[in-house]
């Protein structure tokens, strides 16, 4: 048995440069150079497998004698280091974290689907409604740097646990709340939980790409974002099943502590499940692309900040994801609003309606990371989700008077399937153009650009449906799509991370 000891840069240099040679047992590549970690390594690349044959020290001679004295030993734990190997327990964390995305995301549109009925017990306005959602998007945009740089230095153990304990916290502080004039006490928790999905959104790929192998890590960063999908969708069906719009402001607030005590209770209990069984990351890593990251994991937050930004192809996928997510923000946090006023006692649809939107989202998610896994086709799967996207939203504003409820089922089923499922896809092609960057990090500012979108898409469609007719307000938002779907002609589809996948490096046993 023997695996090869060098780093990546070596053994896609062994395997591109250097001259084939006949043997016996079949096509065989030689090559002598030096590796990274100070040892001078003759690398045999015989088929798909690459052994390193010999190894010299070649540290200055201060430290050839730590090198030499050590050197069984250190041979045996660099093999160990670079061995690919799939653990089960990738699909228990895959699970926990799909329940703890939920609980977090199945708040954020917790009160503004029951807009009608908070404004009336609160005694607020439409406007402070809105912002309960709208600070999901406002606490991200500042605190996504100092969290990614977080995620990445601590791993994705620690940053889980703060993340479900801010939930919880939250979510037991709106207990507190129900009842009026106790809106300010909803909103600083409904702050806490949003400030906790900072340490949530960016990890699907990260996840993914830590736990899982190169032909399934796209299936499972789209499950991964099924579980944020998910918990939207409980939030649209849960709240106006519990509360409803009682006569007596009394039946209300027992109807909302009902709600608020059933969601800490749940969140609670999610984190002491994180506590003792999430961990940070398995102990040999998954797919080459994994073993090359481990290897350059003490790459400067800054630095990558910066090739992040000058990356020209990132920069339009960053605009491009932030008007899809944007427009779909916007769609789902004032549906309440816009079906009120052709169905005026639509308060249940409207929860049915975005719970529809998230099932068909979340099917899209899952089957476009099969056909990634499947295909590697990652622009041409991208671009086509952004196009039907468009489609559906143009056909979702053409059809909302015709007075038909089931019709506007069947539109929201076409939204939510073609813009939810994009947002896997759109992690996992930002990771492919920014390999080897961080997927926390790249993700993150992904985020980070759908939370800025979405506030002024949110806020900008508010202000239409006041001032002119849904009709226009829709078609600003059609509108953004295409734009987004120019942005996404126009990258081009640099694959770094299939590229480094290379050949398998694998133990010959």
Known sequence: MCVCVCDGALMRKAIHSSTRVSQADGPMTQLSANCSRGWSCHVQVTHHHLCCTEYECNSPPYEQDMRTNDLADGLQVQQEAHRCKLYKWRWVMLLIFVLYSMSNAMQWIQYSIISNIVTRFYGVDSVAVNWTSMIYMITYVPLIFPASWFLDKMGLRVSAILGALGTACGSWIKVASASPHMFTVAFVGQTLVAVSQVFILSVPPRLAAVWFGPNEVSSACSIGVFGNQLGIAIGFLLPPMMVKNHDNLDDIAHDLSLMYYSVAGFTTALLVLIVLLFKAEPPMPPSPAQVEQRANDDTNFVSSLKRLITNKDYIFLLMSYGLNVGVFYAISTLLNQVLLVY????????GRIGLVMMLAGMLGSVLSGIVLD????FKETTLALYVFSLLGM???????????IAVVYFTGTLLGFFMT???????ELAAELTYPEPE??????????????GIALTSGYSWLLEVTTHMWANGAMCFALALG?????????????????????????
């Open 394 to 404: 143009v056909v979702f504003t053409f059809t909302l008077d015709t007075g038909k």
């Open 440 to 453: 926390g990090t790249s993700a993150g500012i992904l985020n980070a650009a759908a939370q800025v979108f």
């Open 485 to 509: 779907n120019i942005l996404t002609l126009v990258i081009k589809s640099d694959l770094r991370r299939q590229a480094a996948q290379g050949p398998q490096v694998t133990i010959i046993q």
């Open 343 to 350: 169905f005026p006692d639509g308060e249940e649809d409207a």
């Open 421 to 427: 499922g994009y947002l896997p896809v759109g992690f």
């Open 374 to 377: 499947m295909t590697h086709k």
